[in-house]
């Protein structure tokens, strides 16, 4: 046991010297192998098997279809679809960033692709049309946690692989929170603008136009009704659904919407690589460091004194999730979700909470630290994409950030919010 607290201290030590994630794992778990006398090749072997799961592919399919998507245009379709629906109210922009990002969502099911894609049309429209470029920056990478709950979600995925809870289950079961964030942030936006007077779109569309909106966007949107409605049928699994996923959005790319040259398409496919290595390497370390606690038995003793110490099961979730949320100020949510997965299976398990419950909060939570200062990958990028510095998007998007929490206590204490859908697919 002194070995993995070691382990533990020399992760902690890594990453407060800025050492990266998957290096200050492997790092730290090396040194519990030779503390412990196990031999190396059982952890090279655990490396391995960290990827021996058919699901994990859907991940690097899943990657590939949001960036062919963005490098094609079409989120710029989904963006004027987005302003039909809501243009002209006021603050009518703002409205229309978190409403393309719930779109979106459905399409990538990643947040940084979502800030990318979305934040480089948006933010310098929003600053162009009058708004705060902190303020616009803030809302575009607030609104980008949506991608990873509204599914296709990776997190979903991982999570899913992890405790061994249906895929199609943590989709279904994501899908009212993810709606729920969303309208959470536009109810801060019209508080917002109560206060401040944010313009809106004075010009009117024609029937016509808005029908051209809609059937330019159509091909687009049907994208997340074919991979959920393929899964929900049981026609495919959500790795072959990632697979048709990547094929439809090539093919409507280069023969519907004309958008998509051979050179883009291999810088999508060159970019999804990267994306997809620099995650399983993340996947390969957070395992075999999660390994580690395991085998030490450190969940169930976790697990047991929580149990033992504290009555109420409220107060327990209540800890929890502050774990959660610190964790995700300073961690990226993949690997923070990979490396506690493990260690709170027990303690819901002893508490009689549904896995696939538990999954969803724990989500939502991590995936509010992607755009929570210090180390939200979202604040990052909208902070460059704007040109606008971090102090002053981190205060702007500290009422999002609220708003996010109370949806994940909502869904903490409020089972029927995530287990309402699964059920009726049962």
């Not at 997190?155 to 729920?180: E, R, W």
């Not at 610190?326 to 299976?345: E, K, N, Y």
Request: charge should be neutral.
């Amino acid at each position: 046991m002194t070995f993995i607290f070691l382990m533990i201290l020399c992760f902690i030590l890594l990453m407060a010297i800025r050492i990266p994630i998957p290096f200050a794992l492997l790092a730290s778990t090396l040194v519990y192998f030779i503390g412990a006398d196990i031999p190396l090749s059982i952890m090279v072997v655990r490396l391995f098997r960290s990827f021996d799961s058919f699901v994990l592919l859907a991940i690097p399919f899943f990657i590939l279809a949001g960036k062919v998507m963005a490098e094609s245009g079409i989120s710029d379709r989904i963006i004027r679809l987005a302003d039909l629906i809501v243009g002209r109210v006021k603050g009518n922009l703002a409205y229309v960033n978190i409403v393309v990002s719930m779109f979106f969502g459905g399409i990538t099911g990643t947040a940084i692709s979502d800030t990318t894609a979305v934040g480089s049309v948006m933010i310098p429209a929003m600053t162009k049309a009058g708004y705060k470029k902190s303020f616009s920056a803030a809302v575009t990478a607030a609104s980008s946690t949506m991608g990873p709950i509204i599914p296709p979600s990776l997190m979903f995925i991982l999570y899913g692989s992890i405790a061994q809870v249906s895929i199609k289950d943590m989709f279904l079961a994501g899908a009212i929170p993810g709606v729920m964030v969303g309208f959470a942030q536009i109810a801060v936006v019209w508080l917002y603008g109560r206060k401040n007077d944010l313009p809106r779109r004075e010009e009117k569309i024609t029937r016509k136009q808005g029908f051209d909106i809609v059937g330019g966007a159509f091909y687009a949107m049907l994208l997340p009704v074919i991979i959920l409605g393929g899964i929900l049928m049981g026609v495919v699994s959500p790795t072959e659904a990632a697979v048709i996923a990547v094929f439809y959005s090539i093919f409507i790319a280069i023969f519907v919407y004309r958008s998509l040259t051979w050179k883009r398409l291999m810088g999508a496919i060159r970019e999804s690589t990267v994306e997809t290595g620099s995650v399983s390497i993340i996947i390969a370390a957070a395992g075999i460091f999660g390994w580690a606690l395991s085998n030490e038995q450190l969940p169930m003793i976790f697990a047991e004194y929580l149990v033992e110490n504290i009555e109420s099961t409220w107060l327990i979730l209540l800890l929890i999730n502050v774990l959660l949320f610190f964790l995700g100020m300073f961690m990226d949510s993949i690997p923070a979700l990979m490396i506690v997965t493990p260690v709170l299976l027990p303690v819901f398990d002893m508490l009689g909470i549904d896995p696939l419950h538990a999954g969803i909060f724990m989500c939502v939570n991590l995936i509010t630290g992607l755009a929570t200062p210090p180390v939200g990958c979202c604040l990052f990028a909208s902070s460059i994409i704007s040109g606008e510095s971090m102090e002053k998007i981190s205060r702007a998007i500290l009422p999002f950030i609220l708003a996010n929490v109370i949806i994940v206590l909502l869904i903490t204490y409020i089972p029927w919010i995530t287990l309402f859908l699964p059920s009726l697919f049962k």
